[in-house]
């Protein structure tokens, strides 16, 4: 009897529960959702109604002898296109068909019966009007601009159906006004389309300001001394440029472009802006301290990566140029007899002359600095190439209308 209790002792603790051995449990397992899995791609009706609004190189198939669409967009750095003298020169296989997802800016032509060379000459041609500088990539069939107020955009041409046409003309920003873009683009646009586009331009300070109905009746503040205003903005002007960010030097420049230009600011304070730039005006001789700067962006280049590649250094050289040229232009020539000895022949027409030469690598900069130098005595004109001037006068009837302008006033002066 002792044994078969201790026998049922040992089978109770073992299986507590009170089941047998050879009993089986199943495990209870969580309730699951049966998925399939396929490689292949889901298929969704097309919309009929979707297909009849859309434009028909869109739609279209790849025409014969013209690059194949690619299949998605990528965005390339690097320029592959020369500063070409000669004219747009794109060739109907040269030209892409626009890719499926590519959504084209609102800024674009679907220019019709018009082959692509008529369409590319019109472009290049009204941009020599503009004196926009332009890099062409006749490959591609693309086009890299900037404009002379630092408008960087770009001009591609795509074909939109068989045989090339219609032929799409796309003109994109990438860096600057916005305003001052779209005053091209549309001119651009409209040379395109054999049309002619007219730029109004409205010069010099608003009249009678003081005769507006809203105006009327309210007591206006006193007016502040020309010279006192000119001498306070001249002084912001002197920490902007003896600050050592270029970015924060460029912003100083810009002030001194507008306190120079009688069309921006008042008459007066251009006067007073202009002597100080040039032959000096009480404490203030700015052409040193824009000469610091120089030499401060000639030892390195310096870009904006965030405002598409903005070079700085470009444009410290630029707004020099224009400050120098508005300031000359204010000024008489007996005023610049006292310089023409020293900081005209030493420092001053050398890089004059120096960007004159190197036309062809900004033609905006060649046009401005041949204006300062139409703005000379004419005894201090004679240091200047006129083999120079020559070439830059040709290079401007090729591209740059106001560099041809300006190269044909200097040469009529030297009287040739």
């Known amino acids: 009897m002792s044994n078969e209790r201790e026998a049922e002792e040992s089978a109770r603790l073992t299986n507590p529960f009170g089941?047998?051995?050879d009993d089986d449990y199943e495990e209870d397992q969580p309730e699951m959702r049966h998925v399939k899995i396929t490689t292949s791609q889901p298929q969704f009706a097309k919309p009929q109604a979707f297909d009849a609004k859309r434009p028909a190189w869109l739609v279209a198939p790849p025409p014969v002898g013209?690059?194949?669409?690619?299949?998605?967009?990528?965005?390339?750095?690097?320029w592959t296109g020369e500063l070409a003298v000669q004219n747009w020169n794109v060739q109907p296989e040269s030209l892409e068909m626009v890719p499926l997802d590519f959504p084209l800016e609102r800024t674009h032509r679907e220019i019709t019966d018009t082959d692509v060379?008529?369409?590319?000459?019109r472009i290049s041609s009204v941009l020599q009007k503009l004196s926009i500088d332009a890099e062409f990539d006749h490959e591609e069939a693309k086009c890299k601009c900037t404009s002379q107020d630092f408008v960087g955009f770009r001009i591609r041409l795509y074909a939109g159906g068989e045989g090339g046409q219609p032929v799409v003309v796309e003109v994109q920003r990438r860096t600057g006004s916005a305003r001052s873009f779209m005053m091209s683009c549309r001119s651009i646009l409209a040379a395109a389309?054999?049309?002619v586009y007219e730029r109004k331009l409205k010069m010099g300070m608003p009249s009678k300001i003081g005769n507006m109905k809203c105006l009327q009746g309210i007591a206006l503040p006193k007016m502040v001394d020309p010279e006192k205003e000119a001498m306070d903005a001249l002084s912001n002007v002197v920490i902007l440029l003896q600050d050592k960010r270029v970015d924060t030097n460029v912003l100083g420049l810009e002030n001194l472009v507008c306190l120079t230009d009688p069309t921006k600011t008042s008459s007066k304070t251009a006067s007073i802006s202009a002597k100080s730039v040039v032959v000096g005006y009480g404490k203030f001789c700015l052409r040193e301290e824009i000469y610091l700067v120089l030499e401060r962006c000639a030892e390195r280049t310096v870009t904006d990566e965030d405002a598409g590649c903005m070079d700085y250094t470009e444009r410290v050289r630029t707004l020099s140029l224009q400050a120098f040229s508005n300031a000359l232009a204010l000024l008489t020539p007996d005023s610049l007899e006292s310089l023409e000895k020293g900081w005209?022949?030493?420092?001053?027409?050398?890089?004059l002359i120096s960007e004159v030469d190197n036309v062809n690598e900004s033609p905006t900069r060649a046009s401005i600095a041949i204006c300062c130098i139409n703005s000379l005595p004419k005894s201090a004109m004679r240091s200047v190439r006129v083999e120079s001037i020559r070439q830059a006068h040709a290079v401007g009837c090729e591209r740059n209308e106001l560099l041809a302008t300006e190269a044909g006033r200097c040469l009529a002066k030297l009287g040739l």
Not at 344 to 351: K, L
């Open 19 to 21: 089941g047998r051995k």
């Open 66 to 78: 013209l690059k194949k669409r690619s299949d998605s967009v990528t965005v390339k750095k690097e």
């Open 117 to 121: 060379c008529i369409v590319a000459g």
């Open 193 to 195: 389309e054999g049309k």
């Open 344 to 351: 005209f022949q030493d420092m001053f027409i050398p890089m």
